[in-house]
């Protein structure tokens, strides 16, 4: 049993340290790969953004979603998004800022984030499988007002393996959530982009400061090569999930 156990471990070149992975404690979370943030006429360009700085996150992303359902890894993708009524829509956050559309207002992908329009949905590339857990979270957190707590007990995750957008709002503010509750935290930097290049920057140097404040900064190639090791073994793993 001892050794079974062992061998699900993968070691991940990361910053500021590599670090020991059990594979069947880990999950894959996707923060907000939503059309909303990620397409022309979503939330993200009504707040004046350039969309498409975003997708470069998309590839590494893909990959590394395309092993963990390999080895039967837990996925996790979060929505950023609010009730039709907007009663989960603070009105600090929908009344903030001078955007061209608000919070609930119409646009071409249906209303500006609210769940079930086009708008909130993931993008097709990155599209989850019905066995695939999808929280949707009013906030910038995933464990703010979520299941997700609930979630990652149940499967017994210790680890999490953090991709999306944007990196210095949704995966930041995931991350410090989730080093709180005591979870690895090993964030994929090809996979995660912001629509400021140095926030995305900065976000990821906050994170791994200080012998790695709220966790680990590794990248796609990394964790597929960690990945790569163990499929056989986790294939099992995945099995009797
Ligand atoms: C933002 C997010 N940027 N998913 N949300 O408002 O980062």
Redesign the pocket.
């Known amino acids: 049993m001892a050794n079974s156990r062992k061998s699900l471990v993968g070691t991940v070149a990361a910053e500021p340290e590599p670090i020991d992975l059990d594979w069947s404690s880990t999950a894959l979370v996707i923060?907000?790969m939503?059309r909303d943030?990620m397409e022309p006429g979503g939330?993200?360009e009504t707040?004046g953004n350039d969309v498409s700085r975003l997708a470069r996150a998309v590839k590494p992303i893909a990959a590394v979603l395309s092993a963990a359902r390999a080895m039967g890894m837990l996925v996790v993708h979060t929505r950023?998004g609010h009730l039709p009524d907007l009663s989960d829509a603070p009105p600090a956050k929908v009344e903030r800022g001078a955007p061209s559309l608000r919070i609930g207002d119409p646009g071409p992908m249906g209303r500006i984030l609210i769940r079930g329009e086009a708008g909130h949905d993931i993008i097709p590339a990155l599209y989850p499988l019905d066995s695939e857990i999808v929280i949707d979270k009013p906030g910038?957190g995933a464990f703010y007002a979520t299941e997700l707590s609930d979630v990652l007990q149940k499967y017994g995750i210790e680890n999490l393996l953090v991709c999306?957008?944007?990196?210095?709002?949704?995966?930041n503010?995931t991350v410090r959530e989730a080093n709180d509750r005591g979870y690895r935290c090993v964030v994929l930097s090809d996979g995660c982009a912001s629509?400021f290049p140095e926030f995305h920057e900065m976000g990821l140097k906050m994170i791994k400061a200080q012998g790695g404040i709220f966790g680990w900064v590794s990248d796609s190639a990394a964790v597929l090569k960690a990945m790569a090791s163990e499929t056989s073994h986790t294939l099992a793993a995945g099995a009797s999930r």
Do not use: A
């Open positions: 923060i907000d939503q943030f939330f993200g707040l950023e910038k999306g957008v944007t990196t210095e709002v949704c995966v503010t629509y």
